[in-house]
């Protein structure tokens, strides 16, 4: 269970991008965060890894709290965080195989890490979980020769070998066309129900969100300003969450028109 | 509603000048005119001894005329003293310039450890290989010795810079993406960050090659062997045809250098 | 259970042979050093010496580094102008939407390469024959010199022209010099320029040299210290070079910047 209260965070030099956000994600849960673009979703999910330190609040992992751990003891309760990103963060010069393979660097030591000589069982289980995501055969094409969908696929594979509590999932489909997106959504909640392993997932996509969640919450300027089922998603709630969405643009629409009609 | 867009009505529009001030633009131009005239007037041609210079320069390009290839195997051991000299060098200048260059890499080193690789690598950069290549014939001798510890010098300028270089730009999301799955400082660099680093760092090695070759054609003129030491032997003895037949040959292989670097540059990238 | 390796038994025999080959090039390489080791192991207690000789700086050889000092960095200027104007003709005919003919690209390549692969220093060599020693020689080096690199990027910069921004100011009804000065001029305009400081810079380190071999600037006087084994002149003559090198190459990327 992942347990998160009163996360503050303001990069330097910026104002606050999460102001006291609090959320849980129980045993099996699949839960969706939706939200303008600059709300901070991506900045909520990188905290509690601690790609991105907090500057307030606690997050805990099932009973750990995380925002106090440091260095090696950090890097452990990583393994148990697994994270799916937005632009897939392949390496991109490694095979598929190498690729998969390193979500279990934190249980090989540096020597086998050069090698490439990890144990026999992980080897199985990264065969495996390529077979799971539908890329048997693939194991020794390198990262950059595959299409989109497929690196994502990719992508899961690395985050499910960690074995993890939970997954940490940012925008995973916002590099992709519809279809392969509804695919690779559906692969995420599939095998997270499978594997018994609840999700945090960020997402633009309304529809896929609504399609998908058993939960929603909605971020709005570093605050949640919403959560319930997607039934719960009326148009007045989805006006309330993305309010203030792409003022800029509107405000340049509004100089434009004013300027057609000739003042 | 209509909002008013704009409070004032601008009549009149100017290029932007691209210094802090406009005056600073039309300044800069007559200093610059101002500086190079100057320059042109106090080189201080003797227009007397160069067409006397030039009438002799017909007579000595006449006697470089044909290349003499008759003392080939001189030029045979200079060739390959030069290739040694950049192997070496090339091994030894990337083998102690990659952990400059680490050091030197903004987004890895802290700015301590960054400021002194950046004077290192300074260091190796500002005096040119000439000058470098006189205090180690002081130190080590005449011959290829000295030359490849000059080479080697320049290494660390030229190969750490362009590595650290390559470092900064690395893909950072491949290395958060390895970080992320709880993997230790060591494995991070073999997994996230070699990766990436190792075939630029190929393409530098084999480019740093190339260039020591060229240095080598050059540095044996004060001693510190190679081809450059045939050549300007023979320039002190006025063997012209001689000169004429290494000249060749250096442009050959610098040529011949340049296209084994790059082919194989392009087949790594 | 499945077994995974990266590489291939034949290709871990291969990268084993490949590290083989390159140690015993080096090995090789190694030997054609005739290291005198005698002379190795004084070394350093060589270049302490060498560098206890030249701190302090003779501080009052000043007066006499001014005028070398100055004469190589009219060296470097005239050079790299004279670069520049011949650069223009041979790099319209080495780009590829320029050039008139195959016979004339080539041309302008050929020009390129020869430039490019004959060191400043070899040239001065040649230029002294023809000129005699003096600054003279060593601008025509440098200038000659420079050719290759500036008309290479020259050359780059004219291939990338967008035809898109051409034809958007030929489309409004522009005559040939506006569209010269509209379309094709400002896409130029910045890489020329950056291209010539960026020379400037380079070609007044390698004028600090050409004294050496007796072209001209401060590399005389330091060659002249160096024999008559006045090792604080030398000192001092190293700090200016020094000196220069960095205010050059700041006040470079300065007005790169500022152009780019
Ligand atoms: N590394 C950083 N340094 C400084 N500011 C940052 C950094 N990363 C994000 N920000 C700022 O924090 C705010 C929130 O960013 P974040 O990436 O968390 O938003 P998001 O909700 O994920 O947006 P999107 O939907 O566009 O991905 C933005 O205003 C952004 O400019
Ligand atoms: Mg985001």
């Known amino acids: 269970m992942l347990e998160v209260a009163g996360l503050v965070k303001a990069y330097p030099g910026g104002d606050q991008v999460l102001r006291g956000v609090s959320l849980t994600v129980k ?37 750990v709290e995380i925002t106090r751990l440091t260095g090696a003891e950090l890097r452990r309760a990583r393994r148990h965080m697994a994270m799916i990103f937005q632009e897939f963060n392949l390496v991109e010069r490694l095979t598929v195989m190498e690729n998969v393979l390193s979500g279990r660097l934190g249980y090989v030591g540096l020597w086998q890490a050069w090698r490439r000589r990890f144990p026999p069982e992980d080897v199985e289980l990264a065969f495996e979980t390529l077979k799971r995501v539908g890329l048997s055969g693939f194991e020794n094409k390198r990262a950059d020769e595959l299409s989109g969908g497929q690196r994502q696929r990719v992508g899961i594979a690395r985050a499910l070998v960690q074995r ?27 095998l997270a129900a499978e594997e018994q392993i609840p999700a945090l997932i960020n997402i633009h996509d309304v529809p896929l969100a609504r399609q998908f969640a058993q939960r929603i919450l909605g971020l709005n300027q570093g605050v949640f300003v919403f959560e319930g089922t997607p039934e719960d998603l009326t148009p007045a709630v989805l006006d309330l969450i993305y309010a203030g969405a792409g003022e800029e643009l509107t405000s340049a ?4 028109s004013v300027s057609d009609t000739g003042v | 509603m209509m909002r008013m867009s704009r409070p004032t009505v601008v009549t009149e529009w100017r290029r932007p000048s691209a210094f802090p001030a406009r005056w600073m633009g039309p300044a800069l131009g007559l200093g610059l005119a101002a500086f190079v005239l100057w320059n042109l007037l106090s080189l201080q041609v003797d227009p007397a001894r160069v067409s006397r210079g030039l009438g002799r320069a017909w007579i000595v390009f006449g006697r470089a005329f044909p290349p003499d290839w008759s003392r080939w195997e001189l030029l045979v051991e200079g060739v390959i003293e030069s290739l040694q000299m950049a192997a070496l060098s090339t091994a030894l200048g990337v083998l102690i310039a990659t952990p400059v260059a680490v050091m030197a890499a903004r987004n890895f080193s802290p700015l301590g450890v960054y400021a002194v690789g950046r004077g290192i690598i300074s260091l190796g950069r500002t005096f040119h290989e000439i000058i470098v290549a006189i205090l180690f014939v002081k130190a080590v001798g005449f011959g290829p010795f000295a030359g490849m510890l000059t080479l080697t010098w320049g290494s660390i300028g030229f190969f750490g810079k362009l590595l650290a270089e390559q470092i900064e730009n690395i893909d950072r999301g491949q290395v958060e993406a390895i970080r992320a799955t709880g993997a230790g400082p060591g494995a991070v660099l073999v997994f996230g960050v070699l990766p990436q680093v190792l075939p630029r ?23 510190a062997g190679g081809i450059g030491t045939t050549l300007y032997n023979s320039f002190a003895r006025y063997d012209y045809d001689f000169s004429l037949a290494i000249l060749l040959v250096i442009v050959a292989i610098v040529l011949l250098g340049e296209a084994v670097s790059a082919a194989a540059r392009r087949r790594i990238q | 259970m499945r077994a995974w390796r990266r590489f291939s038994p034949l290709q871990t025999a291969l990268r084993l042979l490949a590290r083989l080959g390159a140690a015993v090039v080096l090995l090789w390489a190694l030997r054609g050093m005739d290291i005198r080791w005698e002379f190795v192991s004084d070394s350093p207690a060589q270049m302490g010496d060498l560098l206890g000789r030249m701190f302090p700086p003779d501080w009052a050889f000043a007066g006499e580094v001014v005028d070398p000092l100055v004469q190589t960095i009219n060296i470097a200027t005239v050079g790299t102008i004279l670069a ?47 000129v005699g020693p003096g600054s003279l020689a060593g601008a025509l080096a440098v200038g000659v010199r420079s050719i290759g690199f500036v008309s290479k990027l020259f050359a780059e910069g004219i291939e990338e022209i967008d035809r898109g921004q051409v034809e958007a100011i030929v489309a409004t009804g522009a005559g040939r010099f506006k569209v010269l000065l509209y379309g094709i001029v400002p896409q130029i305009r910045p890489v020329f320029a950056g291209v010539c400081i960026y020379r400037w810079d380079i070609n007044i380190r390698e004028s600090t040299v050409l004294g050496i071999v007796g ?43 500022r152009v780019a």
């Not at chain 3, 003709?89 to 692969?117: C, D, H, I, K, Q």
């Not at chain 3, 220069?244 to 300065?254: F, G």
Request: hydrophobic letters at 55%; one cysteine or more; glycine letters at 8%.
């Open chain 1, 27 to 63: 045993a099996t849960e699949v839960v969706f965060v939706i939200g303008p673009s600059g709300a901070g979703k991506s900045t909520l999910i990188r905290c509690i890894n601690r790609l991105v330190e907090p500057d307030a609040g606690s997050v805990r992992l099932d009973g």
């Open chain 1, 164 to 190: 993890p509590k939970i997954l940490l999932v940012d925008e995973p489909t916002s590099s992709l066309d519809p279809k392969t997106s509804e695919a690779v959504m559906a692969l995420i909640t599939r």
């Open chain 1, 253 to 256: 629409l509004g100089a434009l």
């Open chain 2, 201 to 223: 760092f190929v393409g530098l090695t084999i480019y740093q090659w190339d260039i020591h070759l060229r240095q080598s054609a050059i540095i044996g003129i004060v001693g």
């Open chain 3, 84 to 130: 520049v104007l011949l650069s223009i003709p041979v790099a319209f005919l080495a780009a590829r939407n320029t050039t008139f003919n195959r016979a004339t690209y080539a041309l302008g390549r050929l020009v390129m390469s020869v430039s490019r692969s004959v060191d400043s220093l070899i040239w001065a060599l040649i230029f002294i024959i023809v």
């Open chain 3, 215 to 257: 072209a001209g600037g401060i590399g005389f006087v330091l060659n002249t210290a160096i024999l008559g084994l006045e090792w604080s002149r030398v000192g001092l003559i190293l700090l200016v070079i020094l000196g220069v090198v960095v205010v050059s190459e700041a006040l470079s990327a300065y007005f790169r910047k």
